[in-house]
């Protein structure tokens, strides 16, 4: 990940505020890919990514904040934020902002994460200024009103209680309890009833100010896009908002973390009248920044990413005893997860539970064949690349790459990274990581006698 070409671009010096500096980060083929990146002088980076065989772009704003940054007593508040930016500026009104977008035919949406939040809006090549101008207005000129904050608190209740409908969703909240306990990354994203109940306009309009300063910002664009004509649009709208006053700012570092606790070998039970029973089993995994993450890429493709994997094949095929049968992988700044999810019925947890410990514990100890390491490397290059067919993914993977690594890595050469996986290096990270005692959620209707026997699935 490295630049290869540097341009600097400066007005006269009575001009100085206007100073930018612009990287190309990747060249691309004749033009086509080609990701730049302008730092501007009030610390705001603006990266794009040129793709000029569509007719569609989509814009976005990513914040370097998430729940991780919440205290107890502010779990929800990036989440609750994230809908208050809809709510009004001081230049449009809730339903001003979502008709500019519906009268072009775009889309408009945010996300909420344990590290960062995004913004963004996909729309017609022709309508990125008015795409850029409504996004830059909410992330800039947010009134955050007592009124608003009041009105959506309503709102972010009914969707804490919609997910909380869906045991499926929640039990990953409770397994990241579970790694984690009572810490930020042990949180669920949207808080819980009582603290969403306890958030003020006061408490939430701090926040806005602290986290949402241009310094930690990353303003993405992709599509058929050009790069100068969206630093100088980026630029009007926050130098209007007065928000590129400070000239000497620079952006914030990607986040390091701090150390995770981790927990091993608990176990959490959550007993509800559901049909079926939702189990997570899993254990530490690696950060984001860890080389080891392209190999477990590979066994996490191979264990549990598609309809040949080991666990899909042993649970489903073989046995019939789920329908939804997963493995998965999270990574952070300094730590990371790797779960297995099944749903299946309850008096059937048991016997799932051992399938999937006698799985991760011979993988750990044998490894996986060279032939299931090679179809994981092919599955896991095609769905890359298939994942990147459309400009949003193409927004998504430079934004959160400006702004988890501070810089951008090719397609090729994440392909080369993950060809060059071998079955010794797959080999080596099972061992480590299958190897570590794994922590439980459950959560469904389960009997006493069956609650007890839980422990034995992470002994």
């Not at 083929?29 to 007719?55: F, Q, Y």
């Not at 649009?233 to 973390?257: C, H, M, N």
């Not at 005893?321 to 997963?326: G, K």
Request: charged letters at 25%.
């Amino acid at each position: 990940m490295t630049s290869r070409s540097l341009r600097l671009t400066a007005r006269t010096s009575s001009e100085a505020r206007a100073v930018a500096r612009t990287q190309t980060l990747l060249p691309g083929k004749d033009g086509i890919g080609t990701v730049r990146r302008t730092t501007l002088p009030g610390g705001l980076r603006v990266v794009t990514e040129t793709l000029p065989s569509v007719r569609s772009a989509t814009f976005g704003i990513w914040a370097h904040v998430g729940s991780r940054d919440e205290t107890p007593a502010l779990n929800g508040a990036t989440h609750y934020l994230e809908h208050l930016l809809f709510k009004g500026t001081r230049r449009r009104s809730a339903l001003d902002i979502s008709a500019a977008v519906d009268a072009v035919g775009g889309e408009m949406n945010a996300f909420t994460a344990k590290e960062y939040t995004c913004y963004y809006a996909r729309v017609l090549d022709t309508d990125l200024p008015l795409a850029i101008d409504v996004v830059c207005d909410m992330l800039t000129g947010s009134l955050v009103r007592e009124e608003d904050v009041d009105a959506e608190r309503g709102v972010i209740l009914e969707e804490i209680a919609m997910t909380e409908d869906d045991p499926g969703d929640v039990v990953h909240d409770l397994f990241a309890a579970t790694m984690f306990g009572d810490t930020p990354l042990g949180r669920p994203v949207l808080g819980t009833v009582d603290t969403v109940n306890g958030l003020t306009r006061d408490q939430i309009a701090r926040f806005y100010r602290k986290h949402y300063d241009p310094t930690h910002l990353v303003v993405a664009a992709a599509g058929n896009i050009d790069h100068a004509t969206v630093v100088r649009l980026v630029r009007r709208a926050f130098e209007q908002a007065g928000a590129l006053s400070r000239t000497d700012a620079v952006p914030v570092a990607p986040r390091d973390g701090r150390r995770a606790i981790r927990t091993a070998g608990r176990v959490e039970l959550l007993n509800r009248r559901t049909e079926q029973a939702h189990v997570v089993l899993g254990m530490p995994g690696y950060a984001r920044t860890d080389d080891r993450r392209w190999t477990l890429g590979v066994l996490n493709t191979a264990l549990g990413g598609g309809m040949s994997s080991r666990l899909f094949q042993e649970v489903r095929e073989k046995r019939g005893l789920a329908y939804s049968v997963y493995s998965y992988t999270s990574g952070f700044a300094d730590c990371g997860l790797f779960g297995v999810y099944a749903g299946c019925r309850p008096n059937q947890v048991h016997d799932v539970l051992r399938i999937c410990r006698d799985e991760l514990d011979r993988v750990a100890r044998e490894g996986l064949t060279d032939d299931e390491v090679q179809r994981a490397i092919g599955q896991l290059k095609g769905s890359t690349v298939l994942g990147l067919e459309d400009t949003g993914a193409l927004m998504n993977r430079i934004g959160k790459s400006e702004l988890c690594w501070g810089d951008q890595m090719s397609v090729d050469d994440m392909l080369a990274r993950i060809a060059a996986v071998t079955p010794d290096d797959v080999r080596d990270v099972a061992a480590d990581l299958l190897s570590r005692r794994p922590s439980l959620a459950v959560i469904g209707p389960l009997r006493d006698k069956q609650a007890d026997r839980l422990e034995e699935a992470v002994s």
